[in-house]
């Protein structure tokens, strides 16, 4: 993302309204004193105990309707300059927040903006007043003792991301010519591939994806939106490995001995890596808006997570 006075100004235009991973503060909030300064370690620890997000000094509520920007309201960065606020970001929440980044946005020689990137925490972050925070709505709220220690948790626990795409196959068959041709009946095959990618520290040895999709966008089944039934499968990331690789053979077109494979393991998902889990031949219709697919992931000691995807905000390749 670009932080620019173009983005400042689309989000006044467009009236962005703030969110849990959004926040608008004037230039006031911004201040030498203790009771501020107590104040913005509150604002910017809560964000690193949620999920993160963007946290701006230079853009006042509007007054009217509340949460939403109403001007550019610049800081003066000659009394509070970046590197005081770094400094007390850095000082006052214990632990200090790991890249956590302060762009500068210019808007005279002695006026600026501040806006904070602050990513999610790898453990829970206390504000000035010895208290932890969370970002609730709109709200700021003090964390219960079973919320601080699940935010502590988060070292300990894989972090896990699903993701889907949708891959376009060319059916061939071998056409009159004898060399291959697109299918007259079905000339692709559309399939839906399921990824989990580690986004933690933590290795994942077991995981586990339960989704629903409509039966109409399964390849084979009759296409009709009338009918709303769903299947369940599951996804997995276990693996059998081959060991005979050579041990398939052939009599007059007929297997004599099948490749030989090991019993079924878990393949660990180690921080950074990315595999598909499963692949699911899909109707080339599926697009169409209001299908969707739900799921479910579980993994190593960590709560379970829901989501939901239309086929149609899915990735194509």
């Not at 991301?161 to 559309?190: C, H, M």
């Not at 997995?236 to 490749?259: C, F, H, Q, S, W």
């Not at 878990?266 to 595999?275: Q, S």
């Not at 479910?296 to 989501?307: I, Q, R, S, W």
Request: negative net charge.
């Amino acid at each position: 993302m670009i932080f620019d006075i173009d983005y400042l100004d689309q989000l006044i235009a467009n009236g962005i309204e703030e969110n849990p991973e959004l926040e608008y503060k004037s230039a006031a909030a911004l201040q030498r004193d203790d009771k501020k300064v107590m104040e913005i370690t509150k604002d910017v620890s809560s964000f690193a105990n949620s999920n993160g997000g963007i946290l701006i000094y230079g853009i006042s509520e509007d007054q009217t309707n509340k949460h939403l920007p109403g001007h550019i309201d610049t800081v003066d960065r000659k009394t509070i300059t970046k590197e005081w606020l770094e400094q007390i970001l850095n000082a006052k929440i214990r632990p200090r927040i790991h890249g956590l980044i302060i762009h500068v946005l210019t808007v005279t020689e002695d006026k600026a903006v501040y806006i904070l990137e602050i990513p999610k925490g790898e453990t829970a972050h206390q504000a000035e007043d010895k208290r932890y925070y969370r970002r609730h709505n709109f709200m700021v709220e003090s964390l219960f003792d079973h919320e601080i220690r699940d935010i502590m948790g988060r070292q300990k626990n894989a972090e896990i991301v699903i993701d889907f795409d949708i891959a376009k196959q060319s059916n061939l068959r071998k056409g009159t010519d004898g060399k291959p041709a697109l299918d007259d009946k079905e000339p692709y095959i559309y399939w839906m591939n399921i990824y989990a990618e580690n986004v933690g520290k933590i290795y994942a040895k077991y995981i586990n994806v339960v989704f629903k999709l409509p039966q109409r966008c399964i390849r084979g089944k009759t296409y009709d939106k009338r009918y709303n039934s769903t299947e369940e499968m599951k996804a997995d990331n276990t693996v059998r490995d081959l060991v005979e690789p050579n041990a398939e053979r052939y009599y007059a077109g007929i297997i004599a001995k099948p490749k030989q494979y090991g019993p079924v393991r878990h393949e660990p998902l180690l921080p950074g890596m990315r595999v598909m889990l499963k692949s699911v031949p899909i109707n080339e219709n599926s697009t169409d808006a209001g299908n969707e697919v739900t799921w479910t992931l579980y993994a190593d000691n960590a709560e379970p997570k829901t989501g939901k995807i239309e086929f149609g905000e899915m990735k194509w390749w």
